[in-house]
């Protein structure tokens, strides 16, 4: 059964603060993602990641960096937090040996911001 | 205009209803298409997947793709409370690399 697991559930920061969403996966997945999740406006692409070391800007990497340092895990930095990046964070995985696969999401870490 | 539209709702039924959740999409190119679930303080869970046009059936649950008017459907018979949830089309970009998504419509099924 894959398992995505992140972190936190729950974040309180301070604007200004730097922000580490951590997030592991245990199926050997090669891709990577991240998402941010708002009302009105749904999942949104933030980064992904199809392998240790590599990283691919999403629809809204702006404020945000990640790293990938091994295949199991893949982080969220947020440098300077500002209060805009109140949201819902979610993680997801998948097989790489196909293209078109099924993404594996944790449960969200709700990150707000002061 | 957005590649995926889907209409937000909330949608509220009796239970037994039968409830069509609707998207469209507006690249033609779009060939895979995905119905996630996402129960509250959750993260979205695979429900269905189809590729191309057609139907597929698993259970009480029917996902539709109508590639002629860039329309998908998912379709819940005799609805449970239990589907009370939040319902998201999604589709992969053309490159195959991203999961395009609906902004989800939330469904409250009442006993």
């Known amino acids: 059964d894959v398992k995505v697991t992140q972190s936190s559930r729950y974040l309180v920061k301070r604007t200004g603060e730097k922000v580490f969403l951590e997030c592991v996966q245990d199926?050997?997945?090669?891709?990577m993602f991240w998402y941010r999740q708002d009302p009105g406006l749904g999942l949104r692409l933030i980064y992904f990641?199809?392998?240790?070391?590599?990283?691919e800007k999403g629809d809204i990497p702006e404020g945000y960096s990640v790293s990938r340092e091994k295949k199991e895990r893949f982080s969220l930095i947020l440098e300077s937090a500002s209060t805009n990046q109140t949201s819902m964070y979610l993680c997801?995985?998948?097989?790489?040996?196909?293209?078109?696969?099924?993404?594996?999401f944790g449960p969200g870490t709700r990150l707000t911001v002061l | 205009q957005k590649e995926v539209e889907q209409d937000p709702g909330p949608l509220s039924v009796p239970e037994g209803a039968i409830v069509s959740l609707n998207c469209t999409y507006s690249n033609s190119a779009f060939q895979y298409f995905m119905w996630y679930r996402q129960y509250s303080r959750k993260g979205p869970e695979l429900l269905m997947y189809?590729?191309?046009?057609g139907n597929k059936e698993d259970g009480r649950f029917t996902a539709q793709v109508d590639k002629s008017s860039k329309y998908i459907s998912l379709f819940i018979r005799d609805s449970q409370p239990s589907d009370s949830a939040t319902y998201l089309c999604a589709t992969f970009n053309q490159a195959g690399t991203a999961l395009i998504f609906g902004k989800g419509t939330t469904l409250s099924v009442s006993s």
């Open positions: 997801a995985s998948s097989l790489r040996e196909r293209a078109y696969n099924e993404q594996f």
């Open positions: 189809t590729y191309s046009s």
């Open positions: 199926m050997d997945h090669e891709n």
């Open positions: 990641s199809y392998d240790v070391k590599m990283k």
